[in-house]
């Protein structure tokens, strides 16, 4: 049975951000040190300069191209550690997508764990309470910012740091950030969530608990994304859809977007889109995610897999077979009769 945990504290509503110094001055110390994770699409925006930054913090802007890799935590730490005194250290902020909150985490894990990030991907190996750490979400739809997990991908898979340590302290969710998101990214990230819900709600895992976050995180995103959009809902809705998760698990969807993710580098969002697309004959829900889309007036990418080699099908096909838990949960014990590698290469190539 799974002890499950919520992040305790939460800001909610518009200018939350400006909670933050608060926060921070109750963390601080003579000496103290705050470690700031941001999504460097601010980099050049009015919002740094008003962020509590102290001359002895440290500023790093994540590079969003690619999805957080375990020897990318690893070299990070390492710098961390070569020019702070790690014992000053008193918070890590991670203020952007699922991304940089998941390096922020995995940041506040690794500098009171000794080893490498790929050391604790997997679940409950890490062994000493993180950092205290902020969440603060700029997009809507993971979850990053209630989950216990940190998602990394290493050089054979993709596979969350999954403990206790790894949720958030402390979590701030402004809607006024959500402001500047691209349509695409909206709708690849808020799909992220309909499909948490989906899988979440027909797993075998799932509990009362389970159900009662992820119906509500859906009615709220069919409001919205059938209806009007209402950031703060957003908000809501993604933290609801984490919060099932924490709950159950994830289901088809995830670990063949993981596949996509891993050999063709798709981002999360969008690999969820792509694959999802294809699951009709397992989640008849799939037809409420195609009517979304035809709402927003959004056309996926189609053919995006052309001269794509059998190798790589092969290798897309192994890396989603890996996660036996998301599959169990999806299929029973005998998952593998049901999902042979065949049906995982056939559903690859209709993308
Ligand atoms: P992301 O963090 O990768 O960001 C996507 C793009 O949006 C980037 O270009 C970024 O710069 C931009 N962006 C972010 N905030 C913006 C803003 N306010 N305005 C304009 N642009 C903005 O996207 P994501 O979908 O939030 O996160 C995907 C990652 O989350 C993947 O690595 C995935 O594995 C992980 N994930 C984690 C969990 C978890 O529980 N930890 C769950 C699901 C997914
Ligand atoms: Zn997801």
Known sequence: MKNAINVKNYFLGNNALNELPGLLEKKMSENGIVIFAIDDFFQDKDIIASLPVRANDEVIFINTESEPHADYIDELVLYIKDTKNSGDIVAVVGMGGGTTMDIAKAIAVLLTNDGSAVDYQGWDLVKNPSV??????????TGAEVSRTAVLTSRIRKLGINSDYSIFDQVILDPLLLKTVPKNQFIYTGMDNYVHCVESLSG???????????????ALLREIFLGEMDYEKLMVASAFGGMAIANSNVGICHPLSYGLSLIKGFHHGYAICLAFNQLEEYYPEVVEFQDILKKMNFNLPSNVLEGTSDKEFEMMADATLLNNIPLSNAFGENW?????KEKVIELLRKI
């Open 132 to 141: 205290y750490s902020v969440g603060i979400p700029t997009l809507a739809g």
């Open 204 to 218: 075998r895992d799932n509990n009362a608990m389970t159900i009662a976050f992820a119906d509500k995180s859906l």
């Open 336 to 340: 593998k009769e049901l999902f042979p």
